[in-house]
Nanobody, 129 residues
Framework: QVQLVESGGGLVQAGGSLRLSCAAS????????MGWFRQAPGKEREFVAA????????YYADSMEGRFTISRDNAKNTVYLQMNSLKPEDTAVYYC??????????????????????WGQGTQVTVSS
């Protein structure tokens, strides 16, 4: 089992920044590829970003690339999502997730919820206009 706890959400004005953190406990964090997803009210959960177990490769949804940065610190068992130039449409609950999939499979399936084995409870991000 891997337990994931997100933090860092809050209310921010459009154009502002937030840094989300996801702290992992349980099994060896560095064994897992990690992802961030988000879900806005009335919408399906969507992929935001992902990072491989070593941090060597990162992936982004098209609408987030250039504004969001995913990173991880395996010594601290934590994955981060730096969000800049926030827009009202970024308002959502943000979830981190852990995937035990092999790198080849993860590279193909990284944007799919069912590629992930463990999920956090989410943290609310609200961007005001």
């Amino acid at each position: 089992q891997v337990q994931l706890v997100e933090s860092g959400g809050g209310l921010v004005q459009a154009g502002g920044s937030l840094r989300l953190s996801c702290a992992a406990s349980g099994r060896t964090f560095s064994n897992y590829n990690m992802g961030w997803f988000r879900q806005a009210p009335g919408k399906e959960r969507e992929f935001v970003a992902a990072i491989t177990w070593s941090g060597g490769t990162t992936y982004y949804a098209d609408s987030m690339e250039g504004r969001f940065t995913i990173s991880r610190d395996n010594a601290k068992n934590t994955v981060y999502l730096q969000m800049n130039s926030l827009k009202p449409e970024d308002t959502a609950v943000y979830y981190c997730a852990a995937s035990s999939k092999a790198l080849i499979s993860f590279s193909v399936r990284r944007a799919l919820s069912n590629a992930y084995d463990y999920w956090g409870q989410g943290t609310q991000v609200t961007v005001s206009s």
